[in-house]
């Protein structure tokens, strides 16, 4: 057997809880928290005292201090603020668009205070939350009428439950669309209760595909924007102003899944066309549905317009009480879509677009100006460059368009260990405020085109240095 260290010597929870240092850590984080992280720490040195015979029992002052390391990992909050300099402008896991000022302010004090979300206030028949943000969506998509719901997702699994269940929803086979792993358009349509008929082939769909497929249990043609791949080559699909036609031959609705959606002509901004819904409307689609969070620049939600009695139907379903947005964040929509009555402000006013027109020259000379800090904070570790890079939209807009932008490299000293690169992520990802980039062929690229507070990113960089370690 071996024998085991100064066991004996460690204090009870209680000594250790009514000891001078655990009487200052109560006060400062509560007996909850202290108790459990004494019951942790004095867990931890016996479990330490078991395995090692010479194993001394630390003094009580150096247990205290365990303890609240232990509780200020614990009270450090677990979703916070990064740096995305991964090039993905809407990064999904990184939370898509950041709000502007004016829609944060907006979400605070819808937060703080009583608002008339649902209230008649001046008998302007506003008791309906959608109320809030309708003549708004109507007038920047040309459609009678709006819902909004949670995302993007739930719009398109509410606007097929309420108009579709128990019927056939007609698509074409080069549109069933997966985003991200959760969203299919298979799944969505079972888990709506409708049933997918798939018509056409993946590269080529015509007219007559859908003619032939409707029959007596069809419930609806579905349109799903293909936004996160293309398919080129021997191609043909159905001009949704056809579709339409067709659609309303049969009386049966046509819904439209434009899933980012903008609300502006990105051409007009220098940017790739990107379809909007007022164009979807202008070509008869009765329902479109698009995500708040991608190229809108807005909250997570999803915005469901279209023709009165169909949205009038979506909103009386029972479900929609379940997938409904919250006050916080239409109040932080009211104000984006505010912003949309002046688009010729909109690439200062909305972050979104700010990002995503940032010329390339800019993006370099801000590389230019970071790169002495960077290089002198990695120094021994990586050698740093500025390097032209490209940026993608992100959330599945426009997926084959690239943005020019720059950025610095950084290539790890010495041999190309694997696994350097990573290990070079790693210590900028553990800096306070997170660094997140890209790797690319060994390398550590961090984009700058989402750079905004140039300041602390600079600030926290010498930093590096103690995370590193050893070599
Ligand atoms: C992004 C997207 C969705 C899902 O939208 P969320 O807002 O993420 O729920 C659905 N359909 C299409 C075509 C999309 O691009």
Known sequence: ?????????????????????????????????LLEAVRGVLAGERTRLAADANARCPADDVLAAACASRIEALLRPSLRAVFNLSGTVLH??????????AAVAAAVDAMARPVNLEYDVDGAARGERDSHVEAWLTRLTGAEAAVVVNNNAAAVYLALYALAR??????SRGELVEIGGSFRIPDIMASAGCKLREVGTTNRTHPQDFVRAIGTSTGAIMKVHTSNYAIHGFTASVAESELAAIARQHALPLINDLGSGTLVDLE?????????????????ADVVTFSGDKLLGGPQCGLIVGRHDLIAKIRRNPMRRALRLDKIRLAALEAVLRLYARPERLTRDLPTLRMLTRPQVEIRNQ?????PMIAKATAGLATARIVDSMSQIGSGALPVDTLPS?????????????????????????LPVPVIGRISEGELILDLRCLSDEQAFVSQLHQLALLQGAP
């Open 268 to 284: 007009a901004f220098g940017l790739p066309h990107e379809p909007t819904p007022r164009e979807a409307i202008a070509n008869g």
């Open 367 to 371: 590389a230019a100006g970071i790169l």
């Open 406 to 430: 720059a950025g610095i490299a950084l290539t790890p000293r010495g041999k190309r260990r694997s696994g350097a690169a990573d290990a070079l992520a790693a210590a900028f990802r553990a």
């Open 1 to 33: 057997m071996t024998k085991q260290g100064d066991r004996a010597s460690l204090p009870s929870v209680d000594r250790l809880i009514s000891s001078a240092e655990g009487a200052q850590l109560a006060e400062r984080y509560g007996r909850t928290l």
């Open 166 to 171: 128990r019927r056939e929803v007609l698509v």
């Open 92 to 101: 999904t896991n990184l939370g898509r668009a950041l709000l502007p000022e």
